[in-house]
């Protein structure tokens, strides 16, 4: 099991950038493919990013390319989401999640965990 706590949220003009981090428990990090999604007030989850076991394989979603990358530390049990030029349309709760599988998902019911999520604002 894996429990995942996100963090680096908040409040940015439009422009500006953030890194969310997302810190997993547990040993078996490395067995399990990451992904974020985000959700704005009265939308649906959105995917954002994934990226496999290794990290040798990302996928981004066509909203967010060219601006986020997503990353991970398997020593230090870590995913990121690092997002640049951020736009107004980028506000949403950010949640990281797990999966135990070898390559990228990009549906959210292919995650079997999930993490609190964490607002980002992005001002105009």
């Known amino acids: 099991q894996v429990q995942l706590v996100e963090s680096g949220g908040g409040l940015v003009q439009a422009g500006g950038s953030l890194r969310l981090s997302c810190a997993a428990s547990g040993r078996t990090f490395s067995s399990y493919s990451m992904g974020w999604f985000r959700q704005a007030p009265g939308e649906e989850r959105e995917f954002v990013a994934s990226?496999?076991?290794?990290?040798?394989?990302?996928y981004i979603a066509d909203s967010v390319k060219g601006r986020f990358t997503i990353s991970r530390d398997n020593t230090k049990n870590m995913a990121y989401l690092q997002m640049s030029i951020l736009k107004p349309d980028d506000t949403a709760v950010y949640f990281c999640?797990?999966?135990?599988?070898?390559?990228?998902?990009?549906?959210?019911?292919?995650?079997?965990?999930w993490g609190q999520g964490t607002q980002v604002t992005v001002s105009s």
């Open positions: 999640a797990a999966a135990n599988y070898l390559g990228v998902l990009i549906k959210d019911y292919e995650y079997q965990y």
């Open positions: 990226i496999s076991r290794s990290g040798g394989t990302t």
